[in-house]
C-alpha cells in the first residue's frame, strides 16, 4: 500500500532530498486518499522530521541506514495494519507509529 514511498526513499540513496519527495509525495495523496488520511499525514510527518533534521547537515551513513530500518518498520506496520480490515488492528497501528515518531521528536 506504501511501499511506493519507501522505494522513493530507497531509490535516492536515503538521502534528505528523497525523504522530502516521499514526504511531499504522501501529503500529495491524502485528498485522493482520504480512507488512508491518517497514514499518510504519519508518513509524511515521518519523512519531513528527518528532512528537518539533516537538511544542510552531514549525514552519516549510519544514520542513514538506521534511519531507512526505522521508517521501513513504521510504513510495514502501517500496511499490515490497514490490509487487516480490522478497525482495531487499524487504530492499533496507527497509534504505534505515531508513539515511534513522537519517541524520535523526544529524543
Known amino acids: ?3 511506493d514511498l519507501l522505494k522513493i526513499v530507497v531509490d535516492g540513496g536515503y538521502a534528505v532530498r528523497a525523504y522530502e519527495d516521499c514526504a511531499r509525495r504522501a501529503r500529495s495523496r491524502i485528498p485522493s486518499e482520504p480512507q488512508n488520511a491518517a497514514a ?3 508518513i509524511s510527518y515521518a519523512a519531513q522530521r528527518f528532512v528537518d533534521a539533516y537538511d544542510d547537515q552531514p549525514l552519516p ?8 530500518t526505522r521508517f521501513s518498520s513504521m510504513l510495514g506496520t ?3 495494519s490497514l490490509a487487516s480490515g ?3 488492528k ?3 497501528g496507527l497509534n504505534s507509529v505515531a508513539a515511534r515518531i513522537f519517541e524520535a521528536v523526544s529524543a
Open 90 to 92: 487499524e487504530l492499533s
Open 61 to 68: 551513513v549510519d544514520e542513514a541506514n538506521d534511519e531507512l
Open 40 to 42: 499518510l499525514l504519519l
Open 1 to 3: 500500500m506504501f511501499s
Open 78 to 80: 502501517l500496511d499490515e
Open 86 to 88: 480490522d478497525p482495531e
